[in-house]
């Protein structure tokens, strides 16, 4: 499995801001959009390219395009939800499928109560969004969802990992691709992430 972890100085600056307790809600959401376009831009960055001639004001030339059907983004609800624009403010053309996953208290396995995916999916490139790769079960559930809708190239754009759930979903999915802004130190006996930034979808919605 590839992880790939976004160290550019502006993804460093607005994480910094987004982790802090004090950032308002109007600002937690501008930044989640700003870290999820700068992330979407490593996250595409293995799109296949083709030939095409174009007419500039001078001359023709030869000039490149992403071929034919591309990108479903599937963000996992509800705080994946936060991020949907974030990529497509770049990529305005992409379908949208949704992801409603929840826990069961028994089990403490996720168990889908909304899915709704592209027809097509299985002929597009899949970004799964998740602000907080937590455990990974959720993820690990959300690849499996798209798998079966026949999705083959999956890269999941999250803000903040942990290790423990890098290593979840690399065990259940070693195909995925991960594209994050930092891989934290660990979780802690919540299941938050540590240092983290809280509920990503309290802060995103301001629901606490
Ligand atoms: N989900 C969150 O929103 N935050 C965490 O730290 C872990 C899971």
């Not at 030339?61 to 591309?70: L, M, N």
């Not at 983004?73 to 409603?100: E, H, T």
């Not at 891989?183 to 240092?195: A, F, M, Q, T």
Request: charged share 25%.
């Amino acid at each position: 499995m590839t992880v790939v972890e976004v160290t550019h100085p502006l993804v460093r600056h607005k994480l910094g801001l987004l982790r802090d307790v004090s950032t308002s809600t109007e600002m937690f959401r501008r930044l989640v959009n700003e870290l999820t376009l700068l992330l979407s831009y490593e996250a595409t960055k293995e799109l296949a390219l083709e030939e095409t001639q174009v007419q500039t004001p001078i001359e023709w030339t030869t000039a490149q395009r992403i071929p034919g059907k591309k990108i479903a983004v599937c963000p996992i609800l509800r705080a994946g939800m936060g991020m949907l624009d974030g990529v497509l403010s770049l990529i305005p053309v992409a379908r949208v499928g949704f992801i409603g996953l929840y826990r069961n208290e028994e089990t403490l396995q996720p168990v889908e109560y909304f899915v709704k995916l592209p027809a097509d999916i299985a002929d597009r490139d899949v970004l799964l969004l998740d602000p907080m790769l937590a455990t990974g079960n959720s993820t690990a559930a959300a690849v499996d969802v798209v798998k079966k809708a026949g999705a083959t190239h999956i890269t999941l754009i999250s803000l903040i990992s942990a290790p423990e759930g890098i290593a979840r979903v690399r065990e259940a999915h070693p195909d995925l691709r991960i594209v994050t802004a930092s891989i934290d130190s660990r979780l802690n006996e919540k299941g938050y992430i540590v240092p983290g930034l809280g509920d990503a979808g309290d802060r995103l919605y301001g629901t606490k």
